[in-house]
């Protein structure tokens, strides 16, 4: 009532007879409906604050832009405004009635095909408007560079605020860097067109109010709000429409534009009231991201870049990953050569792979074997004692074939150990010649292995062994490999 009131002061002669409200933005603004004597129909917006006012501003600026010509060329009416009340800083709008019914989304999207081919060319006409009529009303031109600088202004500013998902950051930041993206043509766009700025009648739009935000600018803006139909043919629709009528002038990129600016709205809204210290936005602006967070990494979303871009490995994935720890060097035996492992009838026994572990790796070094005599057999080492934070089944953790030591009959002595000196008079002791040859970057092939006689040996016994023999078979290295029996080695 008190806005039927304001406007019997706007418009002289208004009798208001009945008053109902409006659906409107909320937060900017209160809307009614006059009904006065004549049944003649009003609209009245009066502004909540200043911001609101400075939009209602813009909007008269913009209907006194259009001319009979373009009203005349466009498919559908535009409102006039009959007349204002300044009360303050504020001004209330009274506006003459136009046809038509507000829709909510799910209305519009029940009334099928045929009013998303006339919405496709409502939007259409829009963007065909000349720019001229912005310019004589002074109204807001970017060029398709400065709309991408304005987002990624308006995206350092959501950053600063420490409430965006990282992911939806790095998804925004992404289709901003993408260059193909960006190239449009800028057109004429209505700024702020959503189903409450549309009336509808025999699922046909007559009518298109909400002027505010009319300026030259991204084409796709006006296509955001159809990124949250969940009937994602109506959209298809409308924009197969709006090309059929735009012909070679209609970006093929507009949708995917459209859904970068209807997710990165809410940063907007975020922003916005974070200034205006509203907690109770802040909440539910943060609740909504973490939504549509949410939705992205589990459903992928809507393709926003022309691009697309790398996915990165999950930080929880690379944690789980276990770090292979390489398997030991190969153990060989002095005095043969590891290529002719393969064409042996007897070869030697495989060592087992070194389990995975994140245990000291203790790489163990090479051992030579001496000649021994039948009558007198090697005594056996104590075995190496096993770590005590090995793991139990070292070949079920890492995946790969192991044998354990236990099962070994005979196990060979630690390789940091030599044979005792209370050893048989006929023991030797191997040397670790071949393994110092590999230190000091030498070549074992080449060099002839060294074999020391223990302190209680029979230097008599050896020279007999030598005599015993008369055609003694030899390796490449000079070697008598005859008499020697091939011991193997295991390492730690």
């Known amino acids: 009532m008190e806005l039927a009131a304001i406007a019997t002061a706007a418009v002289p002669g208004l009798a208001p007879t009945g ?12 809307s009614v409906l006059i009904v ?8 009245v917006r009066s502004p909540r604050h200043e911001e609101a006012s400075v939009r209602l501003e813009t909007e008269l600026a913009a209907l006194r832009a259009f001319s009979a010509g373009i009203r005349a060329s466009l498919p559908f009416q535009l409102p006039s405004v009959a007349g204002t009340v300044r009360q303050g800083p504020l001004r209330t709008f009274v506006y003459n009635h136009v046809p038509g019914k507000q829709y909510s989304l799910e209305d519009l999207v029940s009334l099928g095909s045929r009013c998303a081919r006339d919405l496709g060319s409502v939007m259409a006409a829009i963007h065909s408007m000349p720019a ?3 310019d004589r009303a002074d109204l807001p031109s970017y060029t398709a ?66 002027w505010t935000d009319l300026q030259v600018g991204d084409p796709a803006d006006d296509f955001a709000w159809l990124a949250a139909v969940h009937e994602q043919s109506f959209a298809e629709a409308a924009f197969e429409s709006y090309v059929s009528v735009r012909g070679d002038r209609a970006d093929p990129h507009i949708m995917r534009r459209a859904a970068l600016a209807a997710e990165f709205a ?3 809204w975020l922003v916005k009231a974070i200034a205006g ?40 994935e690379a944690e789980q990953q276990p770090v292979p720890v390489p398997a030991a060097e190969k153990v060989t035996v002095s005095g043969i050569d590891p290529d002719e492992d393969d064409e042996a009838e007897t070869p030697a026994p495989s060592v087992p792979a070194e389990p995975e572990t994140s245990a000291l790796k203790i790489v163990p070094s090479p051992i030579s074997a001496a000649p021994v005599p039948p009558v007198a057999p090697p005594v056996p080492a104590a075995s190496p004692l096993k770590p005590l934070d ?13 044998e354990s030591t236990d099962k070994q009959p005979g196990a060979a002595a630690s390789p940091d150990k030599t044979v005792t000196e209370d050893a048989d ?11 110092a040859a590999k230190t000091k970057g030498a070549d074992p092939s080449k060099s002839a292995p060294t074999t020391t006689l223990s302190e209680d040996a029979d230097e008599g016994t050896a020279g007999a062994a030598e005599q015993k023999h008369d055609g003694p078979a030899k390796d490449s290295a000079g070697t008598d490999t005859t008499a020697i029996p091939v011991q193997s080695a295991e390492p730690k």
Do not use: C
């Open 19 to 30: 008053v109902a409200s409006l659906p409107d933005d909320g937060n900017d603004f209160d």
């Open 36 to 43: 006065d004597a004549a049944k003649n129909r009003w609209r």
């Open 132 to 134: 001229s009529a912005i």
């Open 145 to 210: 560079e400065q709309v991408r600088q304005r987002r990624l202004n308006e995206l350092d500013a959501a950053a600063t605020t420490g409430m965006i998902p990282s992911r939806l950051l790095r998804r925004w930041e992404h289709a901003l860097e993408d260059v193909a993206l960006w190239r449009f043509n800028a057109t004429v766009i209505h700024g702020d067109l959503h189903e409450d700025q549309l009336l509808v009648q025999d699922a046909k739009v007559v009518a298109v109010t909400g």
């Open 266 to 268: 809410l940063a907007q």
């Open 277 to 316: 210290g509203e907690p109770e936005r802040i909440a539910e602006a943060k609740l909504m991201l973490e939504e549509l967070d949410s939705d992205i990494a589990e459903y992928g979303g809507q393709p926003i870049s022309v691009v697309e871009p790398p996915r990165a490995a999950r930080s929880e």
């Open 390 to 402: 090995a793991p139990k089944h070292a070949s079920e953790k890492t995946g790969t074939a192991t």
């Open 425 to 435: 008079a006929d023991t030797v002791e191997s040397t670790g010649d071949k393994d």
